[in-house]
């Protein structure tokens, strides 16, 4: 069965700290790992990650993908108030064509 | 970018009463749309992948006949939850690939709140 499990689950912290927030997965015909943010409705799309060992950026964010130690991890730096939300990582099935979503990690701001 | 757009965005039925859900890719053609559920504080849950002009593809527990796919267009995909129970109650999300999907990411459209009394 494919699955994708994150960590932590919940994670409250104070403006301007760093998170790091883990993605790890098992999944058959895995293609890419994808990051969303999800505030109050339909989350949105941060980084797909395909290739091992490259970092994506943008802005205070980055993410890098180890398809050898099948995980991937999403960073933030100088974290403000509205980084909070829930942070998604999915792994992109080949083939299928679908996106199999990890529980979810609930990352608060505090000022 | 891509949107995607979901209607509506919050509604409550009765029990035994069905509820359609639209989703429309608004500045591009999908030929694959997906459908998920996400109940409080969990994870999103994809319950089927809709394919234009042919038979939607269900995943395993969810009933295809409870939760009726229509993928009639490039553009819209409908869902259609038949005799809702007060279990139907979730939050229903749709997405579209811009393209083909192992090269572009998903866009979601906003959600629908279901809420069945």
């Known amino acids: 069965e494919d699955k994708v499990v994150q960590s932590p689950l919940s994670l409250v912290v104070h403006e301007g700290d760093t998170v790091t927030l883990n993605c790890s997965y098992e999944?058959?015909?895995?293609?890419?790992l994808l990051w969303y943010k999800q505030e109050k409705k339909a989350p949105t799309f941060l980084f797909m990650l395909?290739?091992?060992?490259i970092e994506k950026k943008s802005g205070r964010l980055s993410s890098i993908l180890d398809k050898k130690e099948l995980f991937s991890i999403l960073n933030i730096t100088a974290t403000q108030t509205g980084d909070s939300a829930i942070y998604l990582c999915a792994s992109l099935i080949q083939g299928a064509q679908k996106l199999v979503f990890g529980q979810g990690t609930r990352l608060t701001i505090n000022p | 970018g891509a949107v995607v757009s979901q209607h509506p965005s919050r509604v409550i039925c009765k029990s035994g009463t069905s509820v359609k859900i639209e989703c429309r890719s608004l500045?591009?053609?999908?030929?694959?749309m997906f459908w998920y559920r996400q109940f409080p504080k969990q994870s999103l849950m994809l319950m089927a992948t809709?394919?234009?002009?042919?038979?939607?593809?269900?995943e395993q527990g969810v009933e295809k006949d409870k939760f009726l796919i229509n993928h009639a267009s490039l553009t819209l995909s409908t869902l259609t939850v038949t005799s809702a129970h007060p279990e139907d109650s979730s939050f229903y999300i749709c997405s579209a690939a811009s393209g083909p999907t192992i090269n572009s990411p998903l866009h979601f459209g906003n959600g629908t709140r279901l809420t069945v009394t």
């Open positions: 395909t290739s091992s060992g």
């Open positions: 999944v058959t015909n895995f293609r890419s």
């Open positions: 500045d591009f053609q999908a030929t694959t």
């Open positions: 809709s394919n234009e002009g042919s038979k939607a593809t269900y």
